[in-house]
């Protein structure tokens, strides 16, 4: 298959770049991203890990971090995991050393966990956070090359099609982890913290099932000319990262979408913390709040996945922009609506709507925001271009932490969640807008 772009293509490039849309690959990918997503599933940040985190302290900077902590340790590396890729034919090798490593530090919280009790809630905080740390960077480092490796191994249609069945397939065992989180935290299921250490267990068997199907990758290399491209600017990776920023338009304005829409990380991290202080919710909430994240993403991968085959990644962006708006929308509205707590359903109802939102955007990301940077992106350049998109993105991910100060600094203040909903709504708003503007990227077949 022939990949083309009309009006943005890079000369030093064969015109003709073969495909492995191979019947091992289409396994592979199914099988490492149905693994992930499962694993995903047992320990959302927003829901499973903030709950954890709001049992062990209540101080909301600290529960803020532990969001924080997720999103700033998979961005942050990213521009360094890029230098590595840059200029690599094979990437599948550093896909598996850096998910093996990475991997464990889930399996050794949740062993400290069983065999501590959480005796010291400051010290289990701070392993969570250290475990969910090395956990990120390493899986950075993953997905850098791995998007490297997608790039040359998928055409852009093949893309959407096989990536968007996976994460559906992927979405449905999630409904499955979501209910077994839903029990394993009744109040008659296990005592705590040993509730906590086998969810976290299962998320790492996810993870690992996902790292068995890495290693049967077939890869395409990258070809001598990328290879001669990436390693002609090799000497100078700080330059081709400003270069890219500088006289590419196209992609300031992906980053600028990606930043404003992002910071809906900021009251993310607080949608459970906020419902269940304001109804005394039971802790077993926190499994349907996952559920309603898992259908969520469910519904999103399968209308992504359609608007990704057939109208590209641009589309995707855009639903995504417009749902990461109005998730702090609702959230304004229940937190200005008089008297809720007599009718608690309400509120309830409404913000399982909102992790529901929050579960669909959270699954365009791949083939949103990164498919449409690969599009756009030169081929020698296209580990540059997530890398940044990513790292600048790690910006957003210390969002959470903002709202943690923010809610600590107005501590008993009616108006306190009110705010936050209100300002990060307006900001995500206009990053929507701006995900309108956005040119199509055309691709065709010689």
């Known amino acids: 298959m022939v990949r083309s772009m009309t009006s943005r293509s890079d000369s030093t490039l064969p015109a003709e770049t073969v495909r492995l849309d ?38 909301k900077t600290l529960i803020g971090i532990i969001a924080m902590s997720w ?19 094979r990437t599948k090798p550093m896909i598996i050393l850096y998910s093996t490593i990475g991997r464990q530090a889930m399996l050794l919280f949740a062993l400290w966990l069983l065999f501590t009790n959480a005796s010291s809630p400051v010290l289990t905080v701070i392993l969570m956070i250290v475990a969910i740390v090395v956990f990120n960077i390493l899986d950075s480092f993953t997905g850098i090359a791995w998007f490297d490796m997608l790039s040359r191994n998928l055409s852009p249609r093949g893309r959407g099609r096989i990536l968007g069945r996976a994460q559906f397939l992927g979405s449905i065992t999630g409904i499955g982890a979501g209910f077994a989180v839903t029990r394993m935290l ?51 990776f700080v330059g081709a990262v400003v270069e890219g920023l500088r006289t590419d338009p196209v992609y300031r304005r992906v980053l600028f979408t990606r930043i404003l829409t992002g910071l809906e990380a900021m009251t993310a991290a607080f949608y459970v913390v906020y419902i269940k202080e304001r109804l005394k919710l039971a802790d077993s909430s926190i499994g349907v709040f996952s559920i309603a994240f898992i259908v969520g993403g469910i519904v999103g991968i399968a209308v992504f996945g359609w608007l990704a085959s057939r109208s590209g990644a641009r589309s995707v962006v855009r639903l995504a922009a417009v749902l990461q708006a109005a998730a702090p929308v609702i959230a304004f509205i229940v937190s200005i609506i008089p008297g809720i707590e007599s009718v608690p359903i309400l509120g309830y109802g409404l913000f399982t709507l909102i992790l529901a939102v929050d579960g669909a955007a959270a699954r365009a990301y791949v083939l949103g925001f990164c498919g449409y940077t690969i599009d756009c992106a030169p081929a020698h350049q296209r580990s540059i271009y997530v890398g940044v998109l990513n790292t600048l993105g790690g910006l957003v991910g210390l969002a959470p932490v903002l709202g943690g100060l923010w809610l600590n600094i107005g501590a008993g203040l009616p108006l306190a969640y009110t705010a936050m909903f209100g300002v990060v709504a307006i900001i995500a708003a206009v990053g929507a807008v701006l995900s309108f503007t956005l040119p199509h990227i055309e691709h065709g077949a010689a």
């Open 186 to 236: 009744s109040s008659d299921g296990l005592p705590f913290p040993q509730n906590y250490a086998v969810v976290i267990i299962c998320a790492w068997i996810g993870f690992i099932v996902s790292l068995l199907f890495q290693f049967g990758y077939e890869e395409n290399p990258a070809s001598d000319a990328e290879a001669a491209a990436a390693a002609a600017r090799s000497g100078s």
């Open 71 to 89: 999103g700033v340790a998979s961005l942050f590396p990213q521009l360094i995991a890029a230098r590595l890729v840059q200029g690599k034919r």
């Open 22 to 59: 191979t019947r091992r690959n289409v396994i592979a990918y199914t099988g490492d991203t149905i693994g992930f997503f499962t694993g995903m599933s047992f320990i959302p940040a927003t829901t499973v890990l903030v709950g954890l985190a709001s049992l062990l302290t209540s101080d």
